[in-house]
């Protein structure tokens, strides 16, 4: 992995801890493709990297930054999909009460239950709680 | 006189490559990070809904189809792969938080998990919604790239599921702690663990309003939401439908 460093060791960590995102990821893809399972193959590099980071017993400064730098503006890699949405207005169009309700109710429900259920099974395992 | 390109060969020449829309998707996003951070980082305000909001309209007034759109703007949306990835790093950071409570954390993630995905599809199915409909509202809680992943697995439609994504995060975001106020839960760690299974990422984002300890929360449901909801939907699903 020599080749990886010279004398413009910044740029180089940047780009080494961006390809082992990527080779994650493809490994991640080749696995989805070869094992036929339906999951998605960056979610396989996940845990790929997190097995990774586990046998290592710690996160490597360089990836550390460059993983921040990158989920700091994760929601601006949501927006080209979001905008997708203008495909689709003629099916919003019909079905709006639909999905507009299930999406109100589904939000509330989840939230309200998996609050209780978190709150109540802390106190359960006589946690001291840690109310703000 | 004819040598000189006028406006619309100008035009006609930028709306054919990519760099008109990628570099519009970036502008429109640095637009609604700044009205997000003027109103006071308002979820209301939040800067996906923002820059969707106004590249559909600049979308429609020059009569752009999502085609050509989106052959600028690939470049960004390829990146959700290496961020997926990136995901593990938050998660193992938190992995002391994890050891210290895995059960309780595992079981709401798991009845989270449930209570979303079932009923959102037992909603919209008895309101009359088709199937595809159903399967791409499914995954409406787990976080953009894999939500969309799922989608695609099962047969929904990933950009509606993106769009959804959006959706179900900004609503979570807005109205999650007045919930949580409702039902008495007052656990710093339930009320970030709430809103992570709920809204993902916007959801996190509101979680360190709170304060650091609910965004962990936060930011460790909305990992584990994706891994397990990765795993155990598309077999969920298949089985159901």
């Known amino acids: 992995m020599a080749f990886f460093f010279d004398d413009k060791g910044q740029v180089l960590m940047i780009l080494k801890f961006i390809t082992l995102l990527l080779l994650c990821q493809l490994a991640g893809e080749v696995f989805v493709l070869w094992s036929g399972l339906p999951v998605p193959g960056p979610v396989v590099g996940m845990a790929l990297l997190f097995a990774g980071l586990t046998l290592r017993g710690g996160i490597p400064a360089g990836l550390g930054r460059v993983v921040d730098g990158l989920l700091s503006h994760l929601s601006l890699l949501f927006v080209p999909a979001g905008v997708g949405l203008m495909r689709h207005l003629s099916m919003l169009r019909d079905?709006?009460?639909?999905?507009?309700?299930?999406?109100?109710?589904?939000?509330v429900l989840t939230i309200a239950v998996t609050g209780?259920?978190?709150?109540?099974?802390?106190?359960?395992?006589?946690?001291?709680?840690?109310?703000? | 006189m004819e040598s000189h390109p006028v406006l619309g060969d100008i035009w006609v020449y930028l709306s054919a490559s990519p760099l008109l829309h990628l570099t519009l998707t970036l502008l429109a996003y640095l637009l609604g990070d700044w009205i997000f951070?003027?109103?006071?980082?308002?979820?209301?305000?939040?800067?996906?809904?923002?820059?969707v909001l106004v590249l559909m309209a600049i979308l429609f007034a020059t009569g752009t189809d999502?085609?050509?759109y989106f052959a600028g703007a690939q470049f960004?949306?390829?990146?959700?792969?290496?961020?997926?990835v990136a995901l593990a790093v938050p998660l193992y950071r938190n992995l002391p938080l994890i050891r210290q409570l895995w059960l309780p954390i595992l079981l709401s993630i798991l009845t989270g998990a449930f209570?979303?995905?079932?009923s959102?599809?037992?909603?919209?199915?008895?309101l009359g919604a088709p199937k595809q409909t159903l399967l791409s509202l499914a995954p409406k809680s787990v976080t953009a790239p894999v939500a969309m992943g799922i989608s695609e697995k099962v047969g929904g439609l990933p950009s509606l599921t993106a769009a959804l994504v959006v959706l179900t995060g900004v609503l979570g975001a807005v109205i999650g702690t007045a919930v949580l106020a409702s039902v008495r839960v007052r656990d710093d760690r339930a009320r970030g663990l709430a809103l992570g299974v709920t809204s993902?990422?916007?959801?996190t984002a509101r979680a360190f309003q709170i304060n650091d300890l609910a965004g962990s929360f936060s930011a460790l449901a909305m990992g584990l939401m994706a891994l397990v909801s990765a795993f155990a939907l598309p077999f969920a699903l298949r089985w159901v439908f």
């Open chain 1, 95 to 107: 079905e709006w009460l639909a999905i507009s309700l299930s999406l109100v109710l589904s939000a």
């Open chain 1, 116 to 132: 209780l259920v978190m709150s109540l099974l802390i106190r359960w395992t006589a946690g001291p709680s840690q109310e703000g």
């Open chain 2, 37 to 51: 951070r003027r109103s006071g980082k308002k979820a209301l305000f939040n800067p996906v809904l923002t820059s």
């Open chain 2, 66 to 68: 999502y085609q050509t």
């Open chain 2, 76 to 84: 960004v949306h390829f990146m959700l792969g290496p961020a997926t």
């Open chain 2, 115 to 118: 209570v979303s995905t079932s």
């Open chain 2, 120 to 126: 959102v599809v037992v909603v919209a199915q008895w």
């Open chain 2, 200 to 203: 993902h990422g916007i959801g």
